[in-house]
């Protein structure tokens, strides 16, 4: 969401939510997002929560900047399977970060699940390597299906190894030379949610 706003040239307040802490519980947090999730989003005078809802919604209320694909356009129908896609893919890194992250002794995560999701999530992986049409995932260019895929090209390497799927890290690199990617990543400043570099699937010892 924060990536798509500066590629429109919008700056907002941001208010911070640390994710397993009791603010996410805050009536202030569930006024806007009854699930007590992030990210939602004030504009317009409107509160939006879930992030494609909010993407269509930014690309559909200012279709000046081309970011949406409107009924009729070509490529309509791969633009809302990619903006469907990212959230499928992005519920898999979101069980193996709570199996990871915030499960602790003695509720250790299973090593089974942990290994079927990073299964799952490298056939995601693997099917978005073959959904890229040229510099981006539509052969018409940017979009905010892109953008919706950030986190998940962002988080998928700790999980999974990218070196297989070179044109996916050649396509992940595009992304991330975009200045409005570049202007999110500062205002976002260091990552501070992964503490390893990589994380193995357990062992059932």
Not at 130 to 135: K, R, S, T
Request: negative net charge; aromatic residues 10%.
């Amino acid at each position: 969401m924060l990536w798509l706003l500066q590629e429109m040239g919008i700056t907002p307040e941001i208010i911070r939510y640390e994710i397993g802490s009791k603010g996410m519980r805050a009536p202030e947090l569930l006024d806007h997002s009854p699930a007590g999730r992030i990210p939602a989003l004030e504009i317009d005078g409107i509160t939006i929560f879930e992030s494609a809802a909010i993407l269509q919604y930014l690309c559909e209320s200012r279709p000046e900047h081309g970011f949406g694909r409107a009924p009729g356009h070509a490529d309509r129908v791969a633009y809302l399977e990619a903006m469907g896609f990212a959230e499928t893919m992005a519920s898999l890194i979101e069980q193996l970060n709570l199996n990871h992250l915030f499960l602790r002794p003695p509720a250790k995560p299973s090593p089974t699940v942990v290994k079927l999701n990073t299964l799952r999530l490298a056939d995601t992986l693997r099917a978005l390597d073959g959904m890229v049409a040229g510099d981006y995932l539509l052969p018409s260019g940017f979009s905010a299906a892109d953008a919706m895929m950030g986190f998940n090209l962002f988080a998928a390497p700790y999980y999974v190894r990218m070196e297989q799927w070179p044109g996916l890290l050649a396509y992940w690199e595009r992304l991330q030379a975009r200045p409005g990617f570049q202007a999110a990543a500062e205002i976002e400043g260091p990552q501070a949610f992964y503490a390893k570099d990589f994380y193995e699937v357990p062992s059932d010892d």
